[in-house]
């Protein structure tokens, strides 16, 4: 009986109540296994920073507006045209798509543009699909003679992110061709670019130039070169030749290769005699209309901007194409020339700028933290100790955010920075309680048990009351639930990883 007695008591000293009897807390554990609670800890910190390593970097969170827009081009139309052919038969169709609240059109030379702006609710893929519908539901009112509608929704990702002059002492189609070949493939295949556009591109185009008084002398039509144009310039697929153990696929390659080639095509027949398209036309290797131009300290030139992936790490993509370019630079023939790196219109400086910024915010916010924490313990151990829950909590919450699918933009970084003063709240209160029961007499060990349990609920309670705050922000719909979204998961994972850091690594 008196063993009995001993053990009871050496189990009353060395353990807290609850301890033995399979309710170990989470302090407990921590408390007693000091090494599994130092690998759990550097876990988290291992998880938060590879999830911040791999996180994309933005200006703002990845969304789309409420906006639908359908392009339609038909060579030569005047904007009368346009308006009462495109327009007014697209804004028809459109008329019965639910969820729209405005309509917004455009006529001009050759082109029209209808934009539909959608409720902030309304599902802007759901949208899409609706437009894409009337829309095919309406080409047989429309002109047989306009392109095939370009339909797009708005979002950041539709504006390039950098843009790259490139000079050109050659002609400016020659010029077009080299970049179109050998910069666009390289731009376009950096990971995370969506593609990547030409601006000032003048294409090549072989000119046919009539001759009038030639055609009506062989009793001739423009029509008629069109037909023959249409009936020799071809490249159509020729059926298959099968063999005992192998099949050829074959193809009618009658395309023209040369202006030479061109110029001696048949127009029609004089008796025995052919019409050529050179008796008839004069052939020219020229380019298209031009209506735009580029140009970079006066020189004529092209430029190449980039666009990104709505996921895409902004800062990562325009890093890699000032890369890019500079091998470019190195391989660029005589004649073109890259502009260095200062003449870039780069759009990420802002957001490196915002960034970076933030960044300092965090860390001079941290550091102020500490010191507030200081002046009220004076006490260097405690004040280290609540310290470290600054760090763990923001370096975990950074791999949430990589698993949640955020980028590091305004919201987030904004949502980090307020979490600062919050994070801290628990291990302050913890350690203040534990720092209570050794001022009663108890040891270290003993004290952090006992104070920890006791401000468990409160600690929890204080935690939750917050995420509660923020949490919500989370559901918002529409335009003003995509930029909140993120800052309200950010703070709520923030002050929740915060709890844990308290209850575990600041009592052990």
Known sequence: GGGSRRRKGADREGRAPGAGDGQLSLSDLSIERPV???????????????????LGIDRYPDMTFPFVGVMVSMEGADPATMEDEVVDVLEEAFATIEGVRHTYSESAQGMARVMLEFELEHDIDIAAQDVRDKINMSLNELPDEIDPP??????FSMFPIIYAPITSELPITEATEYVDRHVRP?????????????????ERNIRIWIKPDALRARNLAISDGLTALRREHVERPGGYVEGRTIEWALKTDAEFRSVDELARMVVAWDGEAPIRLQDVARIEDGAEDQRRASHMNGQ???????KKQSDGNTVAIVDEFYRRMDIVRERAPDGIDVVEPEGFIDNSQTIRESFEETLAALRDGGLLAVVVVFVFMRRTRPTMIVALAIPMSLVTTFGMIWLFDFTLNTMTLLGLTLAIGVVIDDAIIVLENIERHREGGKSAMQAARDGTREI??????ATFSV????????FATGQMGSFLTEFGVTVAVAVIVSLVVALSLTPM
């Open 186 to 202: 390289l731009v376009e295949s950096i990971p995370g670019a969506a593609g990547a556009e030409i601006y000032g591109a003048l």
């Open 467 to 474: 995420a509660a705050v923020f949490l919500p922000v989370a």
């Open 150 to 155: 370009i339909l797009g929704k708005a979002d």
């Open 456 to 461: 468990t609920f409160a600690a929890v309670a």
């Open 300 to 306: 004529p030139g092209l430029s190449i901007a980039v």
């Open 36 to 54: 599994l609670t130092w690998m759990l800890t550097l876990a988290l910190a291992t998880f938060g920073v590879l999830g911040f390593l791999r």
